[in-house]
């Protein structure tokens, strides 16, 4: 008989379904508003169980760093970690701040709520923190990163929304999508910077600017993409239903280069954003 393998037990995990249940309830909550079975005054809920959530990833980000002595920025578990603590944080103040971004919370709810159910599954293991990372360029690339992340999140909510049923008549539509493209030229400066503060450790931590692996190029490709559907907004005037597709794609692409590629590839920068 083949011997059981069991995951060693972290205790931030207990802190994660937390906050993971409290995403799950700010997702139903903000469901009900959009289908008309709950009103907007709910709104205030949907925000209490998202700051909720963030509280609880807030603590399970800090057991973990104290626990491992190194940031949450190493090993799959910990990236989708302080990710899911990042987007939530960064969703929770636009969605307070700025009422328009509210529509697309059906959208970036639930992919919060994924992206927490996948934490879970992940072993919780520890790596050990390579040499290179002790460099300042790593904290403002990570910063940066997870800003872009943010950004872009919230841009693809809005985008979403338009493209399956509008955000109310044709005056709020051309309002979420301005703000929807406000959203993803944030994200895009974010990018930039990401981009450059990486080239700047990397420069640090392996003696050069850009090395061409996984990570970097699809990073690059992504940026590239980006770019074009900002510049393609402004200049070519393409059809909307065009640019909330676009928005969509660099969402997408940004999830599999940062929390695809790392993983399975060799690169020596594995799981930094």
């Known amino acids: 008989m083949l011997p059981t393998v069991t995951q060693p037990f972290a205790p931030e995990v207990l802190w994660i379904w937390g906050g993971l249940a409290g995403y799950i309830a700010s997702a139903v909550a903000s469901i ?7 009103s907007r005054r709910a709104e205030g809920r949907v925000l209490g169980a998202l700051w909720f959530a963030v509280a609880l990833l807030a603590v399970a980000v800090t057991q ?3 626990r491992v002595g190194h940031g949450p920025f190493l090993t799959l578990f910990e990236v989708l970690l302080s990710n899911i603590f990042s987007l939530g944080l960064f969703y929770a103040v636009a969605y307070w701040r700025a009422p328009a971004v509210r529509p697309g919370a059906v959208i970036v709810l639930p992919v ?3 992206l927490g159910a996948w934490n879970v599954t992940v072993s919780p293991v520890p790596g050990s923190l390579p040499a290179t990372y002790d460099n300042p360029w790593l904290w403002v690339h990570v910063g940066t990163g997870k800003m872009f992340l943010g950004a872009c999140l919230t841009a693809a ?9 509008g955000a109310g008549g044709p005056g709020g539509k051309r309002h979420a999508d301005v703000v929807a493209w406000r959203f993803m030229a944030l994200a895009f400066v974010f990018q930039t910077l990401l981009i450059v503060a990486g080239a700047a450790w990397a420069r640090d931590a392996w003696g050069r600017f850009w090395g061409w692996d996984p990570l970097e190029t699809w990073s690059l490709i992504t940026w590239l993409i980006a770019g074009t559907a900002l510049h393609a907004r402004l200049t070519w005037k393409l ?3 065009v640019g909330w597709w676009s928005i969509l794609v660099v969402l997408v692409l940004a999830v ?4 695809g590629v790392p993983f399975l590839s060799h690169a020596p920068h594995r799981g930094i954003i």
């Open 239 to 241: 059809p909307p239903a």
């Open 157 to 165: 909510g809005l985008a979403g929304v338009l493209l399956m049923r």
């Open 112 to 114: 919060l709520v994924v």
């Open 256 to 259: 599999l280069t940062f929390l």
């Open 64 to 66: 973990r760093w104290l």
């Open 32 to 38: 009900r508003i959009r289908t008309g079975a709950a």
